[in-house]
């Protein structure tokens, strides 16, 4: 079985400031990981995913994760935060059995709030 | 990179009327589709499972003859609400895996959603 928590429903940050999502996974299974944004009436947009390749990725937007066995964690950062950065964003595991790949396990969200 | 047109992106239906939600994967095959629905504030429930060719296999809870999904091609999935409710109001989005140049891609694209509102 997989599951994926997400630490905090809301985080606000100043503008510039670091920006820390958090996010623990369990899997059966080697994981693969993803963080999505969404917007306001949007769909999700792809932000970065794990896939057995290097632990620490780099996605859009300035926006990196480092996966973390030994953890069992894979936290989304941003140094520093800009406005438009404000968005609902989710942590998603997905594995393979016996050679397919199976569907995304949702986090339950963490709203991300910028001031200036 | 790989798109997913949703379509439409909101509708506003009468109680007891069908509605149809379209999702095309515009340069890639896909070869798996999932709906998923999204209540206010709340995260990303999977509805459904489809492959391209094959009948959906539905989630617990999930009402196939409510929720008919139809996946009869590469690049179409279709989720269709029959006799809507306003229970059904919801966000609809769409997600598809596939294969672009051979290569499978790890990732899922998603749709930009669709609002149903029922009344």
């Known amino acids: 079985a997989q599951s994926v928590t997400q630490l905090g429903s809301h985080v606000s940050v100043s503008e510039g400031a670091l920006v820390l999502l958090r996010c623990n996974y369990s899997s059966s299974v080697p994981p693969y990981l993803f963080w999505y944004v969404q917007y306001p009436n949007q769909g999700l947009q792809l932000l970065l995913k794990?896939?057995?390749?290097?632990?620490l990725v780099k996605g859009i937007n300035g926006f990196e994760a480092e996966f973390k066995k030994s953890e069992t964690s894979f936290h989304l950062t941003k140094p520093s935060a800009h406005m438009s950065d404000a968005a609902e964003y989710f942590c998603?595991?997905?594995?393979?059995?016996?050679?397919?790949?199976?569907?995304?396990?949702f986090g339950k969200g963490t709203k991300l709030s910028v001031k200036p | 990179g790989a798109v997913v047109s949703q379509h439409p992106s909101r509708v506003i239906c009468k109680s007891g009327t069908s509605v149809k939600i379209e999702c095309r994967s515009l340069d890639f095959q896909a070869t798996t589709m999932f709906w998923y629905r999204q209540f206010p504030k709340k995260s990303l429930m999977l509805m459904a499972t489809?492959?391209?060719?094959?009948?959906?296999?539905?989630e617990q809870g999930v009402e196939k003859d409510k929720f008919l999904i139809n996946h009869a091609s590469l690049t179409l999935s279709t989720l269709t609400v029959t006799s809507a409710h306003p229970e059904d109001s919801s966000f609809y989005i769409c997600?598809?895996?596939?294969?672009?140049?051979?290569?499978?891609?790890?990732?899922?694209?998603f749709g930009s959603g669709t609002r149903l509102t029922v009344v």
């Open positions: 997600s598809a895996r596939g294969w672009d140049r051979g290569v499978s891609n790890y990732g899922y694209t």
């Open positions: 998603a595991v997905s594995g393979f059995r016996g050679g397919s790949q199976g569907n995304l396990i």
């Open positions: 794990y896939t057995s390749a290097a632990t």
């Open positions: 489809s492959n391209e060719g094959s009948k959906a296999t539905y």
